[in-house]
């Protein structure tokens, strides 16, 4: 009996088929460290969430903060650049008469080249925008003035302060040294004794000339006429006035050479086909009216008009001036964040 107890006892406390020595503890350690496991990934992708979320949002503000301080610096680079492209580069005159007609009409709006004459001469043909003080109209004549000089210039005339001076516009017919007059037997204006056929600029129903004149141009001087020759102040007025109505070359403040307003009106204004005469090149021979002129027909008929431009409104410069300053501010940004070292 003794021996049968023993056997019942341990039968009793030996396992079953389907109990194993710590499997509850096993599963309970598995179960843990799934769970262990799961928090760990929730975590880490709650982290990287919350971290980029808050990335994001923390870079929002600072973006923003960033552009309204950067705004003024693209406004005075703006400006700035406005001011060098109205100064040195181009800028818009408004046309207020009808002497240049029917190659500008009233209101048109030309653009004017500056830089032309930087890396060529002064053509035939050209219609230029120049200053008439000290040789049209009293006062000194203009002189050439430094970059900083011009700069500060054009500042204050972009903001109505300054003075321009009196701006005009004509086309130029004679260069230095040429032999300018008119008339000859068929009533056209010669250049070194060449005639020019100037129908295709000339206002319908204009003679070249209501008036004689012969003249020599000077060194450094040009001779310059309006389109409507009936009523046109030009250089045939002021054959009295110092440079024998010619004006200075440095008087000149670049090239017409495109009307941008009204839309209708669009258009170049190529050099007309008369002066790419080669024997307009001759030099001009020696004749003894060099200078002078026929006083008893010299009188040009009363109402006559030069066009005194009148600049445009800032809104190209400044436009132009926008437009360059947006890319180079975006581009000092970009190379700032790639240079701003890593969090």
């Known amino acids: 009996m003794s021996g049968a107890g023993r056997a019942d006892r341990a039968e009793d406390q030996a396992p079953g088929p389907e109990e194993e020595p710590g499997a509850d503890a096993s599963a309970d350690k598995a179960s843990a460290e799934d769970k262990t496991a799961e928090d760990n990934a929730q975590g880490a992708a709650s982290a990287k969430t919350g971290s980029g979320g808050g990335r994001q949002a923390a870079r929002r ?61 002064i053509h035939r043909g050209d219609i230029v925008v120049f200053n008439g003080d000290g040789s049209w109209d009293p006062g000194p004549e203009p002189v050439d003035t430094n970059f900083v000089v011009k700069f500060a210039d054009g500042f204050a005339s972009m903001f109505g302060f300054g003075h321009p001076g009196d701006i005009l516009i004509k086309r130029v017919i004679g260069l230095p040294g040429d032999h300018v007059a008119c008339c000859d037997a068929q009533g056209r204006v010669t250049v070194n004794g060449v005639p020019l056929n100037e129908k295709s600029y000339l206002y319908p129903g204009d003679a070249p000339s209501e008036s ?20 046109s102040d030009d250089a045939r007025d002021h054959l009295g006035d110092p440079g024998g109505g010619t004006i200075p070359e440095n008087a000149v403040v670049g090239r017409a050479f495109v009307i941008i307003w009204p839309p209708s009106r669009w258009r170049f204004l190529p050099i007309p086909a008369t002066f790419e005469q080669p024997k307009l090149n001759a030099a001009a021979g020696t004749d003894p009216r060099t200078g002078t002129n026929d006083a008893a027909a010299s009188a040009l008929p009363p ?31 970009r190379i700032r964040t790639r240079r701003r070292p890593p969090h």
């Open 61 to 121: 503000p600072r973006r923003k903060r960033s552009f309204w301080r950067e705004f003024p610096i693209l406004v005075v680079v703006a400006l700035l650049l406005a001011v060098v492209i109205k100064t040195y580069a181009i800028q818009a005159f408004f046309i207020p008469s009808g002497s240049m007609e029917n190659t500008l009409e009233i209101n048109d709006r030309v653009l004017v080249n500056k830089l032309v004459y930087d890396v060529r001469s």
């Open 212 to 231: 004689r004149f012969s003249i020599t141009v000077p060194p450094g001087r040009l001779w310059v006429m309006g389109d409507h020759r009936l009523i």
């Open 303 to 333: 109402g006559l008009l030069s066009v005194r431009l009148e600049p445009s409104n800032p809104a190209l410069p400044l436009t132009l001036g926008f437009a360059a300053a947006v890319p180079l501010t975006w581009l000092q940004r």
